[in-house]
């Protein structure tokens, strides 16, 4: 009688344990097919680099893959589980195709594209800086008046790499040309800053000298004040327009003449299309300024009074 009572209870139990759930293929295949564009997000980046960082497929949150990963196991995936998508790049680990049911990965390696995911995504994007330091540094040394943006990009990039994690700082991504890691990249972005601040220098040390020389031009002849600071400016413009006096048919040189001058007139390019015909009145050193914008030639030179 103690056994039979055994045996019933056994049999009770067991019919009373929980069965193992059944895994929701359709849940596991929705989650599959929102995976798989991270799958081709990561194999993009790892073969591409900055090239893609524009890309749609970059805009996720990473949270947005790890949350497909808890659907899929929700759903009764385990690591072994197969996510058959239509798709999936062949470089990632564990890839299979078959002819019947398509290309898969397994839960564990789209666990690992989730990770790569978080990693690459903010290395990719600040590898966009660096991009734009590298051409910074490759046009300064042809034109100094670079300076001040070369500075202002190369602090923006630093920026960019100051805020990655660890393993972000230690992919090699592909920038243009080169593969670089983001470590390497701060490295390039700091020569930058200081390249750029000492062309910057040197060009407000020349500006200044260039500025000192005209001025002693113009300050020879007696110029100073208002009209001193109109004429320096002019010049220093790109060579200066050049000064009419009325009828805007004879150009007046003569730095003395201009210094004396009590009208004189300026053609430049208007902001329509036309000709902007300036004219400056001077009583001593000070002036006033009117101008017009003229279509017509003719009517420019009748301007010119």
Same mark, same amino acid.
Request: aromatic share 8%; charged share 25%; net charge positive.
């Given at each position: 009688?103690?056994? %039979? /009572? ?57 949270? &947005? ?41 397994? $839960?564990? =390696? ?6 790569? *995911?978080? /990693?690459? &995504? ?26 001040? *943006? ?41 020569? $930058? ?30 110029? &100073? ?43 430049? =390019? ?21 101008? %017009?914008? *003229? ?5 420019? *030179?009748?301007?010119?009074?």
């Amino acid at each position: 009688m103690k056994n %039979r /009572v055994r045996v019933v209870s056994a049999f009770v139990l067991l019919l009373v344990a929980p069965s193992p759930a059944l895994a929701d293929d359709a849940a596991i295949k929705k989650a599959a097919e929102r995976l798989l564009g991270f799958g081709h997000a990561v194999a993009e980046m790892k073969s591409k680099g900055v090239e893609v960082a524009g890309h749609g497929f970059l805009d996720p949150a990473p949270s &947005k893959c790890t949350d497909a990963l808890a659907e899929a196991e929700k759903a009764g995936a385990t690591d072994e589980t197969r996510l058959v998508a239509s798709g999936w790049p062949d470089t990632l680990p564990s890839y299979q195709y078959h002819s019947s049911a398509g290309s898969s990965i397994s $839960l564990a =390696a789209a666990r690992d594209v989730c990770a790569d *995911y978080a /990693v690459w &995504k903010p290395a990719v994007k600040a590898a966009v800086a660096v991009q734009t330091a590298q051409s910074y540094l490759r046009n300064l040394d042809a034109d100094a008046s670079l300076g001040s *943006y070369a500075v202002a990009e190369g602090k923006t990039c630093l920026e960019a790499i100051e805020g990655l994690g660890a393993a972000s700082l230690e992919v090699a991504v592909k920038i243009g040309e080169a593969t670089m890691t983001l470590e390497e990249g701060r490295t390039l972005c700091q020569r $930058l800053v200081d390249l750029g601040g000492k062309a910057s220098k040197q060009q407000a040390a020349a500006a200044g000298a260039k500025r000192a020389e005209i001025e002693a031009k113009w300050k020879k002849v007696g110029m &100073k004040g208002d009209r001193l600071k109109l004429f320096v400016e002019n010049e220093l413009d790109g060579g200066g327009f050049p000064w009419y006096a009325k009828g805007c048919t004879t150009e007046i040189t003569d730095p003395k003449k201009l210094a004396k001058a009590k009208t004189l007139f300026m053609w430049t =390019a208007g902001a329509n299309g036309g000709t902007l015909v300036s004219k400056y009145v001077f009583k001593g050193n000070k002036y006033k300024e009117t101008a %017009r914008e *003229y279509f017509d030639d003719a009517k420019a *030179y009748r301007g010119c009074k």
